[in-house]
Structures are given as structure tokens and as C-alpha cells.
């Protein structure tokens, strides 16, 4: 059968020409058991990324996949960063079995060997899940077409190559800060979400069918502030929750500035000071993130959806962050289901227009530079 083919009308600004491309919008196959590889995929996204679910529907087809897969992948090295080992030795083998799983070419029965030490955690939650039947994400991602599949395994290389430089204190009952200054907090932000904005990157062009040397410096720098935006808003939030962990992201270097005592980085409820610092280098990164999506084409329109949302969300996220009273474990300055609800529906009627696009954010960063005026 014929496939259904669509133009793509390229974005000068991003570098790439003005050339045309018709693109097929077919799925790729994967052969017997496909459609049960994608829903465990979807479901296992549910489980790791709230935000991210509701966003890659928006994507075309095979670009969905692509990203889809790609973030699991990216969690499952999160996740070896995150989980305790029997020793530092045996942490830097597990990275190294999975980059090595990951090729090229892809061995989805090395990662299996290797993903064997999760099956006992399968029902502990939705990350052991993952690592548990990592086998399946890989069985995926072997499918994908050349520029895809190296977008990934880049992504990967690097992410893994940071990262384990970043030991993590296993949870305990006494927190402790991780880092000293914001430049190793923004360093550990790069290899955790900037190397991923980098691979969105790559990963449109190739949808695209865009040769991947002609992304420009500059578009992939704001790729990078996309990530650490999001990476930066996501650790601000989450900070009571990460300090049950027995761990704090904010660093030692944030409390000197404000003038506060370091201990005060181990309360769950942040003073404003600090959560006000926190706020304006994560705002400072998502201005430059919505240069990134202006440059975005505009068909398909959902490859802006997917990077609109979850950066007005973060916006968002900053403001509930200066606004929230006093945060606990249980009650993070999260926003409403209205306002996610609000993202959703705003994003879709404007993102084909840059200067309504500008004008919505806009709105929203005015908003929170008036409150923190106030701090």
C-alpha cells in the first residue's frame, strides 16, 4: 500500500535550508509483537514522565516513536545513576554494559543479560519496571533509520559519560548537598536533560531528512538551554521529595549568595531567597528555550506542540514555585490539571503563530518577573 505523504516546510532560522521534503508518514515495522512493544513503551512513559506522555502524542508518526523510545532509554541511564550499587566499580560496569548494549549495531539480548539484576524490583515502581524489560525498548530502537538511531546512541554516550562522573549518596535519613556551586549543579543539568535537548535536535532533522551537520551552533546551544530548563525547574520542584532521598540538588554556593545558613538547604520548605535564585537561573534558560521553538517549523506543527508544553509548563512551574507556601514531600509546587489543561488547549490554537506564541509566554514571564521583584 502506498504511503500517505506529507510536505514539511523547513525553518530557515534553524539552519537547514528552505528546501521541501516529502515525507512518508507511515510507522516502521518491527515485526510480530510491534504494537505490544509500543504500548508497553507508552505505558512505561506514564509511569517516568507525566509531562512527556501528554506531549509526544502530539508528534507525527515515526517521530513519535522515536522520542518516545529515546526518553526511556535516557531514563534508564538516569536510573543507573539514581539506584545504589554494590560498589562504585560495579555502578561504572552497569554503564558500560548498557552504552555497549546500545551499540552499533543494537543488542537487545545484552541489555536483557544485563537488566536481569531489576526483575526482583519489576513491581517496586515504574523505573525497575523499565530497567526490568529494558530489552523491549532496545528490541524498539534497533528499527529506527540510521540518523535516528545515532541521534540516540550520541545522546546516550554523552549523558552516560557525565553522569557517572556524578556519584549519588545512597537515600538516607540525613540529607546532604551533592554539589558545591551552580556550576557543577549546571554542569550535572547539561549531561542530565541538555545532551537530550541536543538530541531532539538531531532527531527532528532526521524526521526531516535533513543532512545532521547542517543544525547550526546556535540552534543546538538553545537545544541545550531547553533541557536545562526544564532539568532546573524539575529540581527546584521536586526539592522536598529529593531531600526524603537523603539528597539536595540546590548547592552549597545558592545559600552563600542569599546570605542564608547551609542547613537551611535540608528543610523541605526552601527560604524565598533561595527558591527565588533557583527560579531566575531556571526562567533565564527557558527564554532562550523559546527562541529554540520559534525556530521550530511550523508543519508539522506538532514538533512545536511537543516543546511549547512542557516549557509553558515549566513557566509555570517557576511561578507555583515563589507562590507555594510551604512545600512537604507530598505536596510539591506542582500546577493545577486546570492549568495543564490550559497548556494543552493555548498551545494548540497559537503555536503556528510566532508572535502570538512570544506574546502568551510573554504574558506568563511577566508575571513571574513582577513576583520576584517582590523577593
Not at 531528512?209 to 532546573?232: E, Y
Not at 539528597?247 to 542547613?263: G, H, K, L, Q, V
Not at 507555594?324 to 493545577?336: A, E, Q, V
Amino acid at each position: 500500500m502506498a504511503k500517505e505523504a506529507i510536505t514539511v516546510v523547513h525553518a530557515p532560522s534553524l539552519g537547514y535550508g528552505n528546501a521541501m521534503a516529502t515525507l512518508p508518514t507511515g510507522r516502521i515495522a518491527t515485526g510480530p509483537g510491534d504494537a505490544d512493544v509500543r504500548r508497553f513503551c507508552t505505558n512505561a512513559l506514564k509511569g517516568v514522565s507525566r509531562t512527556f506522555a501528554l506531549s509526544i502524542p502530539e508528534l507525527p508518526e515515526p517521530l513519535d516513536d522515536w522520542v518516545r523510545c529515546a526518553y526511556l532509554v535516557c531514563r534508564m541511564i538516569d536510573t543507573l545513576e539514581d539506584r545504589p550499587a554494590r560498589s562504585e566499580r560495579d555502578r561504572q560496569q552497569m554503564f558500560d554494559r548498557f552504552i555497549a548494549s546500545l551499540g552499533p549495531p543494537v543488542d537487545a539480548q545484552a541489555v536483557r543479560d544485563f537488566a536481569s539484576s531489576f526483575a526482583d524490583d519489576r513491581a517496586a515502581d515504574a523505573c525497575s519496571a523499565l530497567m526490568a524489560n529494558a530489552d523491549l525498548v532496545l528490541d524498539l530502537l534497533s528499527t529506527f533509520p540510521p540518523p535516528a538511531l545515532d541521534a540516540v546512541q550520541r545522546c546516550a554516550v554523552d549523558m552516560a559519560a557525565g553522569l557517572r562522573r556524578t556519584p549519588l549518596s545512597p537515600p538516607s535519613a540525613t540529607p546532604r548537598c551533592l554539589f558545591q556551586t551552580m556550576h557543577q549543579l549546571e554542569r550535572y543539568c547539561h549531561y542530565a536533560a541538555g545532551v537530550v535537548g541536543v538530541m531532539l535536535a538531531r532527531l527532528f532533522v532526521a524526521y526531516l531528512d535533513i543532512d545532521p551537520a547542517s543544525i547550526n551552533r546556535a540552534t543546538l546551544h538553545r537545544a541545550k538551554r531547553f533541557g536545562r530548563g526544564l532539568q532546573l525547574t524539575n529540581i527546584t520542584k521536586d526539592h522536598p521529595a529529593d531531600l526524603s532521598d537523603g539528597r539536595c540538588f540546590i548547592p552549597a554556593e545558592a545559600a552563600r549568595r542569599c546570605a542564608c545558613d547551609p542547613s537551611e538547604l535540608l528543610q523541605p520548605s526552601l527560604p524565598l531567597e533561595i527558591r527565588a535564585l533557583m527560579v531566575r537561573r531556571a526562567a533565564a534558560h527557558l527564554d532562550v528555550a523559546l527562541r529554540f521553538c520559534v525556530d521550530l517549523p511550523t508543519e508539522p506543527i506538532g514538533i512545536r506542540l511537543f516543546c511549547v508544553q512542557p516549557m509553558m509548563m515549566a513557566l509555570m512551574t517557576l511561578e507555583r514555585i515563589i507562590t507555594h507556601p510551604d512545600p512537604t514531600p507530598d505536596d510539591r509546587p506542582k500546577i493545577t490539571r486546570t492549568q495543564v489543561e490550559e497548556v494543552m488547549t493555548t498551545s494548540r490554537r497559537i503555536s503556528h503563530d510566532d508572535h502570538a506564541l512570544q506574546a502568551w509566554y510573554g504574558d506568563l514571564r511577566g508575571t513571574l518577573a513582577h513576583l520576584l521583584t517582590r523577593c
